[in-house]
């Protein structure tokens, strides 16, 4: 759709997307990350291979029918499954306007999804799948943030032949150290070495890497923000804080287990570097050639009050939802309609400054917190019970009771009541790091020195006791049924 004048103020973007009739979707193994985009965008559709709405949801559009296929390693072999399913095609085809069949976001994809997107006539919202695995190298990340003057935890980039090697080119940054491999989900591939023996546990992963991230290991804690990278600078929404390693939540010493966004997290100085910071990280992005949405992840030195970048996400992350359903959102517009405006043919401006000071302000924010909670066994289960997606309430008694089905974490009322959104179901598998689901609650669950709350953990065993499972041999299943109890990171 092309226009004439540019829209000018949050009014006339929020009219756009109201009337707009190019169909979108957001094509994934779950809906979770965008969340409720498709109250603010018209003809916004979800394509998912798990319904954890199990039907219910007005957008989500999940086949029925399981078509042969190889394994799963990833979400992008999920994404390229769905492309190549007969009812998603049909669906897609069903909804073009005028022979447009739209536009395709997805969280993952790479250049068979982008090949099979253009086949089918869908056009990404996104840069290429090349230029986002350059930028989502761990070791690229660093040089970029270099260029851009954004703190680093103290660092090399070198490959690493053994654990004498790794003390040579690491001797600057003393004997306690994080080493990360280019790729990957940093619970499995952040590893924690201070010894030999240590190094010996993850040497394979190390050594076939052609270039590591070696840190010097600092005491910190660990912080999410997102922007937008747009024609007129970047967009920065607030800074929030993340819930990390917790054992009730992930069996991964490193892993992401959730966040918390609230007005004044963390001192105002370090509020306004990691604006600023975020601001230079993503104008560096655009030169690197990159536009749209993206998230980093700060490292906070308990020691000292310095803030570091720890990695770069160029994509819609795990804590998007909370970004884009925040107070500041609902008041202005979410930050990702400012992705879509750069990836639409539509003219705009906006003053970016004036919008990220605005968001960044405490009166603009409520609190929120987010659980993502895995299977933390090393067992294999077969999933005979589990909790429906929707609005759950805490009884006097530590237990909960679902109350309604919905799709709107803002039907929370009060901190009796939380949001649930599943994604293992009955009949599915429960593995060591399994995703069982996110708990969506108002008001903060940590302490103000990181420690998972009372109230935190209240919720978690309430949920997991909704849950039922039977263990089961791995010896049992048919070849089929072994790869769908295999797993990897679904958010």
Not at 229 to 245: C, D, H, I, N
């Amino acid at each position: 759709m092309i226009m004439e004048k540019p829209l000018k103020g949050i009014a006339e973007i929020k009219q756009y997307f109201k009337s707009n009739k190019t169909p979108i979707y957001f094509i994934s193994a779950t809906n979770f990350n965008l969340l409720g985009i498709d109250e603010w965008i018209s003809n916004f559709k979800y394509i998912s291979h798990i319904d954890c709405f199990e039907g219910l949801h007005p957008s989500l559009f999940s086949p029925v029918e399981e078509v042969p296929h190889e394994e799963f390693q990833s979400i992008e072999d999920i994404n390229n499954y769905l492309l190549q399913h007969p009812e998603v095609i049909s669906f897609i085809k069903s909804r073009s306007v005028n022979g447009d069949l739209g536009k395709a976001l997805f969280l993952m994809f790479n250049e068979k999804t982008e090949e099979l997107a253009k086949t089918l006539g869908l056009d990404v919202c996104f840069p290429s799948a090349t230029l986002r695995t350059f930028l989502d190298n761990k070791v690229n990340t660093n040089r970029i943030a270099e260029k851009a003057g954004v703190a680093c935890v103290p660092y090399v980039l070198s490959p690493v032949e053994d654990y004498a090697h790794l003390c040579k080119v690491s001797e600057k940054l003393g004997k306690n150290l994080v080493i990360q491999t280019p790729f990957g989900d940093s619970g499995h591939t952040t590893f924690f070495i201070s010894n030999e023996e240590e190094f010996e546990i993850h040497k394979e992963e190390i050594v076939k890497e052609k270039e590591v991230k070696i840190m010097k290991r600092i005491n910190c804690y660990g912080t999410a923000i997102e922007g937008c990278v747009t024609k007129y600078g970047t967009l920065v929404a607030p800074l929030m804080t993340e819930l990390v390693g917790f054992q009730e939540l992930t069996p991964y010493k490193g892993g992401w287990c959730g966040n918390e966004i609230y007005g004044n997290a963390f001192t105002a100085d370090i509020r306004e570097k990691a604006k600023k910071y975020t601001q230079q990280f993503g104008d560096q992005l655009r030169k690197e050639g990159y536009k749209g949405y993206f998230e980093l992840d700060f490292l906070i030195d308990k020691d000292n009050g310095e803030i570091y970048l720890g990695e770069l996400n160029p994509r819609i992350s795990g804590v998007s939802s909370l970004t884009n359903h925040s107070k500041f959102a609902m008041t202005d517009v979410p930050l990702f309609l400012f992705h879509m405006l750069e990836w639409l043919d539509v003219p705009y401006e906006i003053n970016v400054q004036e919008l990220t000071d605005r968001w960044a302000k405490a009166e603009n924010m409520d609190s929120w917190s987010q659980l993502v909670i895995k299977h933390t066994r090393k067992t294999l289960e077969l999933v005979t019970q589990a909790p429906a997606s929707g609005i759950w309430e805490m009884q006097k008694s530590g237990k909960i009771k679902f109350k309604k089905m919905d799709a709107h974490r803002q039907s929370v009322v009060g901190d009796n009541e939380a949001f649930y959104l599943q994604i293992t179901q009955k009949d599915g598998y429960f593995y060591e790091g399994a995703d069982l689901g996110i708990l969506v609650l108002r008001g903060r669950l940590m302490s103000d020195d990181f420690q998972l709350s009372d109230r935190g953990k209240r919720w978690i065993k309430a949920l997991r006791a909704h849950y039922r499972a039977d263990i089961i041999d791995p010896g049992l299943l048919d070849e089929s049924e072994l790869y769908e109890a295999d797993g990897f990171k679904m958010l």
